[in-house]
């Protein structure tokens, strides 16, 4: 039988929601080079994949928090299967922008969330956990209690693991870095040479460059 991990990774190679170059890495925003770009957002146009993902999460949040009383997601790349895992389980939903608006109320949190209400946050990939964490931030200074996160996928950086202790928040994913690269080399994507420089990669990403 399928481990979860093991059918999410094969999900989302199969759409090239992740992609793995290592001889010819990714820039990212930050400005880090990487041999793996990941996408989860390609998950909405695959109805299967997208329903899955949606069941998977609500099944998580139902069996870990029974008492949620709203669904929260970060804006931009979850606010669309937050508000899918929300209608699946009945709940209210709101999203958590990165920044203030800055015309309006200047709301950091669209949506109706009241004080005291028990939330979990819904997030799409966890990188190094800042801006994830920041909509943990800015739910607690509305006067709300954060449960738990729940995300699709981690690259299980070890300065998210420890942002996310230091900051008291159960992270949750469907699946993690190890779990794609297991599968990327069982499929025939990357060799058993890449792994090592996809490990090397994880351990320092702001340092590595490719050879």
């Known amino acids: 039988m399928k481990t979860l991990e093991k059918s999410v990774a094969e999900k989302l190679l199969k759409i090239k929601a992740v992609k793995l170059q290592p001889n010819n890495p990714f820039v990212w925003a930050s400005g880090w080079k990487s041999p793996i770009y990941c996408d989860n957002r390609k998950t909405l146009s ?3 994949i997208r329903t899955f993902i949606k069941i998977e999460l609500s099944r998580i949040i139902l069996e870990m928090y029974p008492d949620v009383e709203v669904i929260a997601g970060v804006a931009t790349g979850a606010i669309a299967q937050g508000a899918l895992v929300a209608d699946a389980l009945g ?3 709101v999203y958590v922008r990165p920044t203030p608006k ?6 950091m949190i669209e949506g109706d969330l009241r004080p005291k209400q028990k939330v979990v946050i819904i997030e799409d990939l966890i990188s190094t956990g800042g801006s994830s964490l920041k909509a943990v931030e800015a739910i607690r200074n509305d006067g709300s209690e954060v449960l738990g996160m729940v995300a699709i996928f981690t690259y299980g950086f070890p300065v998210s693991e420890q942002k996310f202790k230091a900051a008291k928040v159960k992270l949750t994913t469907l699946c993690g870095y190890e ?3 297991s599968e990327a080399l ?3 994507y990357i060799t058993a040479d890449d792994i090592e420089t996809l490990q090397e990669w994880r351990q320092n990403p702001s340092t590595w460059r490719a050879e």
Request: glycine share 6%; proline share 11%; net charge negative.
């Open 179 to 181: 779990a794609v690269l």
């Open 186 to 188: 069982a499929i025939n």
């Open 46 to 48: 695959y109805p299967q």
């Open 102 to 107: 800055d015309h309006g109320l200047e709301n």
């Open 91 to 93: 709940l209210p939903f």
